[in-house]
């Protein structure tokens, strides 16, 4: 990526080398809201265990801005330019976008959502409407799922964004209400739906990245190649060596690389309606 005229965003909170501490919420609220992960966790087991195992901690403030050292910038400044594109597209469709904020954090992180662990990879809280990176995930994508480069890993932001994009449409309210009158397999294919768009919004930002000169050659292929690592299909056949299609959340590679395409291809967000699609 070519990032240098990038203005960074200020809304990331740095909470690197600060510990479990932090978040103000207790033990006892439990916390519904939905999750949305990078890779194929079953949200609503994520929550259970959460919501047990959050360790009380006091109340710490964290750094807020732009950091100053090499990846910090790199993920504010992709951060800011997610802002800029969804700023603009918001506007022409006469509405106002709210900005979320970037954690980063390592090991784990309080959230509104319950407690956050690196091990689940990169997720979005709809209740604080905050993104959550652990950096050491950017090693993993490139040593753990063959993904290197960073057009990859600003994908997994741009994604995690589009999340926050559904918050600010309505999407993730609709889910929200739709959780209890669902079978655990149509809400697993309401949850696939929900991250093909979060790919496919990656997608037109990063439609809108080229447009502003931010791309290298190379950096679709990457991103291409990283869609291909963390499908469900995929995912499943490494851990546990078959694939099991009614538990996907997620979608398969093929899938997640095809939305991400479209919205590339057009830079429109109305192309990522994956839920009137016949078929994904
Ligand atoms: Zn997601």
Partial sequence: ?????????????????????????????????????????????????????????????????????????????????AEDVWGKIFQQANSQYRPATLVLYDGQ???????????????YCSADE????????????????????????????????????????????????????????????TSVRMELQADCYAGVWGYHAGTMNQLDTGDLTEAL???TAIGDDRLQKQTQGHVVPESFTHGSSEQRVRWFKRGMDSGRAGDCDTFSASSL
């Fill in 130 to 189: 905050k993104l959550y990176i652990d950096l050491a995930f950017f090693r993993d994508l490139q040593a753990r799922f063959g993904a290197p480069g960073d057009f990859a890993q600003a994908y997994v932001i741009a994604h995690e964004v589009g999340h926050h994009v559904q918050k600010l449409t309505g999407t993730f309210q609709k889910m929200e209400k739709s959780r209890g009158r669902l079978s655990k397999a149509e809400f697993n294919r």
């Fill in 1 to 81: 990526m070519r990032l240098g005229n990038q203005r960074a965003s200020g809304n990331v909170e740095d909470r690197r080398g600060m510990g479990v501490v932090g978040g103000g919420l207790g033990v006892g609220g439990i916390v519904i809201a939905l999750i949305a992960y990078f890779l194929g966790f079953d949200p609503s087991a994520v929550i259970n265990m959460v919501d047990q195992g959050a360790p009380q901690g006091e109340t710490r403030d964290a750094p807020k801005g732009a950091p100053v050292d090499e990846k910090g910038q790199f993920v504010a400044k992709v951060l800011g330019s």
């Fill in 109 to 123: 992180v309080r959230s509104a959502c319950g407690m956050g662990q690196s091990a689940m990879g990169p997720f």
């Fill in 225 to 227: 190649n990283a869609a």
